[in-house]
């Protein structure tokens, strides 16, 4: 729902958290999940199950997933979770996620996140800061992105030559080297200034969530053979706003009012940035007094 | 006199002791389907779907069933996961409706109605978005034994069910680090204690997935902390819900060692 509204130009919120998905794009997309849903060409993964299983039982045309579904994707998917004689021989093809305009494409961009939190004890934020930066480091990255199919998230893991050889090397096997996977993450690579993150804000979250809700009621309305018309949606509407709470957000969000109401910095905080910068100080003098002892020897 | 009294005297033990007779049987029938360990109610409520009509209803249809609660899986933000099973077959109650405080009510045996929609989840025949009603009535099932059916097209009937499995044998599993070890934490191994717990069973002619859930049965039951400490060649006797992934994938309960 979030790519096709990014896709069609059309409201999903703004950074500052204000709500924009309730509109008439949005009914149109739904009116579309409707028809397709209605005919069981379309379903979802909490209705119906993993995409890739439909797929590679021959049960589905197009199956889509993220970079890291593709590892479980295609005939010869190193990951597989359907028994083998269902599985159907095909060859697989991958492409961008379909597109309204495909010129000018558009693909969210998403995956696991990590966040270091304020704790009372500065030494774990410390120890969790270190933590995140040991993760970024080309070999936890290269390694992640070997077995899970998603893309580093450094330019400099990305451009590494271990990784550069890995991806030279797509159909040597159908494990580490499968194919599929390797070229959806070429995809997304080779399209990475047509990607897009959606804003963080008190209550994205339950805004995601609700967008994704959408879908999965009309689908599942459609199948109880239920009526999707005007009066459904607006009624479908209601019911997700108050779900999730979505009309007491208030369009607060990271710029907005909430950043007053936190105060200044406390002390501690202030400290551990101050420690932090202490530490990268340290770590960049070791580096250069490395570099220059390998450059007198 | 005296004869007169021995003669109501025993007149009195012969009308007390048939009284007590007849309290007991009432109050062995007091709750229909009787107390644990009784039968099951056959006769459905009004309005309500025999198995077999269950079983026939199309998925999307919806389905109103009465069942004994079998095993508690979870409750998250009022929606509760439960098996439940009654006299003819058992039933996947998945995100029913459901308060913390009628969750604590949804005790082993406990008699429900549950209204919903029929779905099915990667082979896994569940009942979702259902309402829970509580009735009178207590049945816990025995477990079926189901071994003789692995690998066959007839285990698929016993979906859900209690279900019992004796003398297979913990066949190796292959950690992330390529060692052959008795199960592992997740599917993959990637996990960490407390996680599902995932291993390997054979009946001497193949070798099957099976599963301790951890939102059932988790890190501290006797079950988690037993297949933990099961051996490769270990020959075991358990019992589980038969769950279905894609295929049987059964949730283990207990195990036992032989």
């Known amino acids: 729902m979030i790519q096709m509204l990014k896709q069609r130009g059309a409201g999903y919120s703004t950074d ?10 949005t009914k149109d997309i739904l009116y579309t999940v409707a028809e397709h849903a209605k005919t069981g060409a379309f379903s979802t993964f909490k209705i119906s199950g993993y995409p890739a299983n439909f797929l590679n039982a021959g049960q589905c045309i197009f199956a889509i997933d993220s970079s890291a579904g593709a590892t479980w994707m295609g005939s010869d998917a190193p990951l597989v979770d359907i028994s083998e004689d269902k599985l159907v021989q095909f060859e697989t093809a991958v492409r961008m996620v379909p597109q309204y305009d495909v010129e000018h494409p558009q693909m969210i961009s998403q995956g696991p996140s990590i966040c270091v939190f304020n704790k009372a004890d500065s030494q774990e934020v410390l120890a969790s800061w270190l933590f995140a930066q040991y993760l970024l480091t080309n070999d936890v990255q290269v390694a992640y992105a070997e077995t899970e199919g998603y893309a580093p998230v450094t330019t ?49 979250t339950s805004l995601r969530d609700a967008s994704g809700q ?62 932090l910068g202490v530490a990268w100080v340290g770590i960049i003098a070791v580096a250069i007094s490395d570099e220059l002892k390998k450059r007198k020897s | 006199m005296a004869k007169q009294l021995n003669r109501k005297n025993a007149l009195f033990a012969m009308f007390t002791f048939v009284l007590a007779l007849v ?50 899986q979870s409750w998250w933000e009022n929606q509760a996961t439960i098996y439940a099973q009654d006299a003819d077959g058992a039933y996947f109650i998945y995100n029913a409706q459901c308060s913390e405080e009628d969750y604590a009510k949804l005790v082993d045996g406990q008699k429900i109605k549950v209204t919903g929609y029929k779905a099915e989840w990667s082979g896994e025949i569940e009942i979702a978005e259902g309402t829970i009603e509580f009735e009178d009535g207590n049945w816990i099932a025995p477990a079926t034994d189901v071994t003789a059916l692995l690998g066959t097209d007839e285990l698929i009937a016993h979906q859900n069910e209690k279900v019992a499995f004796a003398g297979l044998t913990i066949e190796p599993s292959t950690d992330p680090n390529g060692k052959e070890v008795a199960y592992l934490y997740n599917w993959d191994g990637s996990g960490s204690d407390g996680d599902d717990l995932y291993f390997n069973v054979s009946d001497g002619k193949a070798t099957y997935s099976f599963t301790v859930e951890s939102y059932l049965t988790g890190a501290g039951t006797d079950v988690y902390e037993a297949v933990k400490g099961l051996k490769v060649g270990d020959t075991v006797d358990m019992e589980g819900f038969l769950y279905w992934y894609e295929g ?6 207990s195990v036992t060692v032989k």
Do not use: W
């Open chain 1, 214 to 275: 959408l879908i999965e009621n009309v689908a599942k309305s459609v199948r109880r053979k239920e009526t999707v018309d005007e009066a459904y949606l607006e009624n479908l509407f209601s019911d997700v706003l108050a779900l999730y709470h979505l009309d007491q957000l208030g369009g607060g969000g990271v710029g907005g009012a909430d950043k007053e109401a936190l105060g200044p910095l406390p002390t501690a905080s202030k400290a551990l940035i101050g420690v």
């Open chain 2, 248 to 253: 049987a994938n059964p949730h283990i309960t």
């Open chain 1, 16 to 25: 500052e958290g204000e709500i924009q998905i309730f509109n008439d794009d």
């Open chain 1, 156 to 204: 400099k893991a990305q451009q590494s030559d271990e990784y550069q050889d890995y991806l030279s090397r797509a159909g040597e096997d159908n494990d580490v080297h499968y194919p599929v996977k390797i070229e959806a993450t070429r995809i997304l690579m080779d399209n990475a200034e047509n990607t897009f993150v959606t804003p963080v804000f008190n209550g994205s």
């Open chain 2, 23 to 72: 309290l007991a049987a009432c109050g062995g029938n007091a709750a229909s389907g009787g107390a644990a360990g009784g039968a099951p109610d056959t006769e459905k409520g009004e309005g309500v779907m025999t198995y077999a009509d269950y079983s026939a209803a199309k998925v999307d249809d919806q389905v109103v069933i009465e069942a004994y609660v079998q095993g508690k």
